[in-house]
């Protein structure tokens, strides 16, 4: 089942920070983020594994709650080239010891000076 | 190092017709994963693909076949091509058999659009 991204779109100023937010109905093994910008690939931002750490990409920091079964990215001072659409990918077993990545809509994030 | 590459950038073509996508993984890569991603959205999972034999597969009809060479290359094919099909189809590669946890770098996309 695909994860509930919140929000669907933000805009910020330069230097504000916001918090992105994904959740499952399913038990997860792992979170994973991407950034995608218009037209071009998801780039790979990091991996929250179940029993890991808060994990941190520059200035964007990520957590994983596994009892609600939620992923928050957090981003600080944001800056332009944060602009982009950002992705969570769940991880569950599919069945037969398989996993997929199973992604939600995005968020739109633009950061504006 | 290279990255994830994928051929053509762009394609077009009419309903009921066939159509292959491409795609090299990153360098020390043994396993693709293709996705589909229509506009607004995000990528969905379509198949995987480790030592040339398909290990998953996601919710996609049969129109959907795949192939992955002795290089670790791999094809995407759609017959009998419907409008819905239209969209950004993405190629991922990794090292391994999926675990928990493994990284998936993505290639650029070939743009698909059904007349």
């Known amino acids: 089942q695909q994860p509930v991204q919140s929000p669907q779109a933000v805009i910020l100023r330069e230097g504000e920070d916001a918090v992105i937010n994904c959740s499952s109905s399913k038990a997860l093994y792992s979170v994973h983020w991407y950034r995608q910008k218009h037209g071009e690939a998801p780039v790979f931002l990091m991996i929250l594994l179940k029993g890991g750490e808060q994990m941190r990409h520059e200035k964007i920091s990520a957590s994983f709650n596994e009892k609600k079964q939620q992923s928050s990215l957090y981003l600080t001072a944001s800056q332009l080239s944060y602009s982009g659409t950002y992705f969570c990918?769940?991880?569950?077993?599919?069945?037969?010891?398989?996993?997929?990545?199973?992604f939600g809509k995005g968020t739109k994030l633009s950061v504006i000076p | 190092d290279a990255g994830v590459t994928q051929s053509p950038t762009h394609l077009i073509k009419t309903r009921g017709q066939q159509v292959t996508l491409r795609c090299s993984p990153k360098?020390?890569?043994?396993?693709v994963s293709w996705y589909q991603q229509a506009l607004g959205q995000g990528p969905q999972f379509i198949f995987q693909?480790?030592?040339?034999?398909?290990?998953q597969r996601g919710n996609f009809p049969d129109r959907f076949s795949g192939h992955q060479f002795p290089n670790y290359s791999s094809e995407l094919n759609v017959n009998a091509l419907l409008l819905g099909d239209s969209a950004l189809y993405l190629c991922a590669s990794s090292f391994g058999l999926a675990g928990v946890g493994d990284t998936q770098y993505f290639g650029p996309g070939t743009r698909l659009t059904v007349l």
């Open positions: 693909y480790y030592e040339e034999e398909e290990r």
């Open positions: 360098s020390g890569h043994d396993t």
């Open positions: 990918g769940t991880e569950s077993d599919s069945g037969a010891g398989s996993y997929q990545l199973t």
